[in-house]
Nanobody, 121 residues
Framework: QVQLVESRGGLVQPGGSLRLSCAASGNIFSVNAMGWYRQAPGKERELVATITAGGRTTYAQGVMGRFTVSFDNAKNTVYLQMNSLKPEDTAVYYC???????????????WGQGTQVTVSS
């Protein structure tokens, strides 16, 4: 089994910054990629940013230039640095990881429990 433990989100004023982290633990042979998705009330879950073990990143158009995703291979931990936050960034943020549990297994998707980020004055 694999567990993803996210840091706590919080309430931030518009223009402020917040850093999220997500640590993967358990039966891990290799991590292919990790990243962040978010879901606002009444909306579908959407990609925010992802990063492969090799360091290749993908960002949603609306966060490019404001958010930075990074990955610590040694700790199997992904970070999301969020700057210049806007009210429309308010959502539950979910960590995602694509992990192989053994050399013989195919990659499996795992999800964190989600953490609330609210941007409001």
């Amino acid at each position: 089994q694999v567990q993803l433990v996210e840091s706590r989100g919080g309430l931030v004023q518009p223009g402020g910054s917040l850093r999220l982290s997500c640590a993967a633990s358990g039966n891990i042979f290799s991590v292919n990629a990790m990243g962040w998705y978010r879901q606002a009330p009444g909306k579908e879950r959407e990609l925010v940013a992802t990063i492969t073990a090799g360091g290749r990143t993908t960002y949603a158009q609306g966060v490019m230039g404001r958010f930075t995703v990074s990955f610590d291979n040694a700790k199997n931990t992904v970070y999301l640095q969020m700057n210049s936050l806007k009210p429309e960034d308010t959502a539950v943020y979910y960590c995602n990881a694509e992990i192989r549990s053994s050399v013989w297994s195919s990659p499996t998707d795992y999800w964190g429990q989600g953490t609330q980020v609210t941007v409001s004055s």
